[in-house]
């Protein structure tokens, strides 16, 4: 292994355990820091802290964390790598609607001057491009207070990792119109899914995981994986610490086209 200098490495591991201890007053619970040359050499590696700050047990090397949103970032590499086949078009909507036949007739919500909600058509068909630049007009309930208005009380959550809950999900924007943090790549997603004829999981593993050498990344962690979790936290508005619950969701699988037209 390529190292720092000894002087270096002091210093980095002594920044690095001071924002991880104090307990409930940590600026961080733990982390795992590596660092590598662009060769792909590590550099330097340092653990620090606990897996969440009521647990006994250090952060290691494998500590397992919830990649969360960071599944939209190998979404869009495995999209891309489907347009650089020509298997997918960025800037055809007539694809795009006969892979997902319900993104044709999707409406937006709006507000009426009254307060009250409406759908109303929209003015554009939406592209893959939109869909991966968050442009496409999809939002998420608890960024959006209309989305959050209509959802809650029919029981759609778009946190719920069921594909029947992102399928019947309006638009907050017009296509095109403006960026707005969504569910838009769940879309893109059931479209990398229904290319390949196989699960979002698998043709992660295939296309990226397995290339790079990422043999310990799941969509269905198992119960030694769960019980290795690095916890989830919140930030009181005093700035303590608590420990708050994991998402445990399964991968969006768009298996038959009744589930998600």
């Not at 990398?192 to 296309?207: A, C, G, Q």
Request: net charge negative; proline share 5%; hydrophobic share 35%.
């Amino acid at each position: 292994m390529s190292v720092l200098l000894q002087d270096a490495q002091s210093k980095l591991r002594g920044i690095i355990d001071e924002y991880t201890t104090g307990g409930t007053e940590s600026k961080i619970p733990g982390l795992v820091y590596s660092s590598f040359r662009n060769d792909g050499e590590p550099i330097f590696q340092h653990y620090s802290g606990l897996r969440g700050v009521t647990s006994e047990s250090p952060m290691s090397e494998d500590t397992i964390f919830f990649m969360a949103s960071f599944t939209k970032l190998a979404t869009s590499v495995a999209c891309m790598q489907l347009v650089e086949q020509g298997k997918l078009r960025l800037d055809d909507a007539d694809q795009v609607e006969a892979i997902c036949p319900k993104l044709r007739d999707v409406k937006v919500l709006t507000r009426r001057k009254d307060g009250k909600l409406e759908l109303a058509e929209k003015v554009r068909r939406i592209t893959l491009r939109m869909l991966i630049t968050h442009t496409a007009g999809f939002g998420y309930a608890f960024e959006d207070e209309k989305l959050a208005e209509f959802s809650r009380p029919i029981g759609f959550d778009d946190f719920s990792g069921e594909a029947i809950d992102t399928a019947n999900l309006p638009l907050v924007n017009q296509p095109g119109e403006t960026f707005q943090y969504g569910v838009s790549m769940d879309w893109v997603g059931v479209m990398i899914e229904r290319t390949y004829n196989k699960s979002l999981e698998d043709v992660f593993k295939e296309h990226i995981f397995r290339p790079l050498g990422m043999d310990h990344v799941t969509f269905h962690p198992s119960a030694e994986d769960k019980s290795n979790l690095a916890y989830m936290h919140r930030r009181s508005p005093s700035g303590k610490l608590s420990t708050t619950d994991h998402f445990y969701r399964r991968p969006l699988l768009a298996q038959d086209g009744e589930k998600v037209p």
